[in-house]
């Protein structure tokens, strides 16, 4: 062989080892005595993540359930095109609603799962984040849609028909739904996925098995991903390629599963999706996408910190690298440095009762840099619905703190801006002095997200 030849077929062979390493490992073997939940944000998500998965799972014998937090209702583009008709009165909405309901039963009957296996919420699409950081009983007042202007699940088919648009009403149904299923293996939106429905359920998900950890055998959890800027690629129908992790999670740590399907669950799935025709009709390009070999799963690590005297060791990024403190960084003790060439943006740690919190600049921001913190603490001894939802929204080295959507004291929290990081530090009572937080972190450029961090647990330990 050619020298050159050997170095082009050698330089082949590695490359195919790294690729190899990289891809998806298999999702465990579903089996007969599986109880499967899919925990859907809209109908047509269920769908559009797990179409295979619930095929394999009445294949094997496997219980399935499917759960929907809202009816998806709010999609009026989706419904000009539809219907053929502006639709903005409150009734229309609920129209919407049913709709997308009777779609999603059509859908799952063509998966071969009837529609006693079916359970609907109803809760306001677009409004459950709003719900989560803002509306429990201690305020009073249940959220308020500002399109339909309903303050209550509007569907008298669905499970808590007239049920107040609060945190509680969520949280209780969702807790309900695993306490009479107790699944094993649950399906639910990624913490990452920019739509803010599928957030939230994830993050009920989090605080309910939490609640229920003494009453339910803990089950596996496979968060999966629907909306993520350009992802999936190349756009339309594409039956004969895989579905690759997008690009944007490259060195997250995400463990990556996935399950494969085989013709005809992939028949079946291209089926089921265009049941959806509300959405199909103006958005086929994109949901046909998902109709590709295989279907991905994977979460983030959990973060571990201690709660004591900050130590180098101990600064840990929510994508897993350890962080250290540097001194050219500006002064005080929350210097948090990443390694220079990481694409880790935030780090850990936990410093004298406070969480500090580093959020590295990019080039394109070093001048200037605004953020949005959310920080949402769980605590074994005081229920969620009375624990802070903090909110921090600094700009140009100036912030402001809220509880919910009441703006608070900042006393205590300290921000600092430095040549390539900010720093943040928040006393953990201010938090309520949590067991873990879950939190996000967006920064911005003047208007436009130049980062964004998916919801990631963090322990204090």
């Not at 209702?73 to 919407?96: C, P, S, W």
């Not at 049913?98 to 306001?124: C, H, Q, W």
């Not at 991905?296 to 900050?310: Q, R, S, T």
């Not at 402001?400 to 929290?413: E, L, S, Y």
């Amino acid at each position: 062989m050619h020298k050159k030849s050997f170095f082009i077929f050698l330089s082949s062979i590695l490359m195919l080892g790294y690729y190899t390493a990289a891809l998806p490992a298999p999702i465990d073997p579903i089996k007969k005595n599986d109880r499967i939940l899919i925990l859907a944000p809209h109908p047509d998500d269920e769908t559009i993540g797990c179409a295979g998965i619930i095929q394999q799972a009445l294949s094997a014998g496997a219980k399935v359930q499917v759960a929907y937090l809202t009816n998806g209702d709010h999609n009026q583009f989706a419904f000009i095109v539809y219907e053929k008709r502006l639709t903005f009165r409150k009734g229309e909405f609920i129209h919407m609603g049913e709709v997308r309901r009777s779609e999603a039963v059509k859908a799952m009957k063509t998966l071969g799962l009837d529609e006693d296996n079916l359970i609907f919420l109803g809760y306001p699409d677009f409004g459950t984040f709003t719900i989560f950081n803002q509306y429990w009983q201690a305020y009073k007042k249940p959220f308020r849609d500002r399109m339909t202007r309903i303050s209550s699940v509007p569907y008298k088919n669905n499970l808590s028909y007239d049920a107040p648009y609060t945190g509680e009403s969520i949280l209780d149904d969702l807790k309900n739904v695993l306490l009479n299923y107790k699944p094993n293996k649950i399906f639910v939106s990624h913490p990452a996925d920019v739509n803010v429905d599928h957030k939230t359920l994830y993050l009920f998900l989090q605080v309910a098995l939490r609640d229920l950890n003494k009453e339910i055998p803990k089950p596996r959890v496979y968060p999966y991903l629907v909306h993520c800027l350009g992802w999936p690629a190349p756009r339309h129908y594409h039956p004969e390629l895989n579905l690759e992790p997008p690009e944007k999670f490259a060195g997250s740590q995400i463990n990556w599963e996935e399950s494969a399907l085989t013709p005809e669950q992939l028949d079946k799935k291209h089926k089921a999706i265009l049941c959806y025709k509300s959405q199909t009709e103006s958005s086929a390009f994109y949901l046909l996408s998902f109709v590709r070999k295989n279907e991905l799963f994977g979460d983030y690590p959990e973060i571990k910190i201690k709660g004591a005297v900050f130590e180098e060791k101990k600064a840990v990024s929510p994508f897993g690298f350890l962080g250290m403190f540097r001194k050219q960084d500006s002064g005080g003790p929350g210097n948090l440095e990443g390694p220079p060439k990481s694409n880790d943006r935030v780090s850990y740690a936990v410093v004298d009762n406070s969480i500090v919190i580093r959020i590295e600049k990019t080039k394109e921001a070093r001048r200037q840099i605004n953020l949005m913190l959310y920080l949402f603490g769980y605590s074994y001894k005081t229920p969620f619905a009375h624990m802070p939802k903090i909110k921090i929204i600094a700009k140009y080295g100036k912030f402001r703190v809220f509880n919910g959507k009441t703006m608070i004291n900042p006393q205590g929290i300290s921000l600092e801006v430095g040549p390539n990081a900010l720093i943040l530090k928040v006393p953990l009572q201010i938090l309520g002095f949590p067991d873990f937080i879950l939190t996000s972190v967006k920064s911005y450029r003047k208007a436009l997200p130049i980062g964004v961090s998916g919801f990631r647990k963090v322990y204090i330990e």
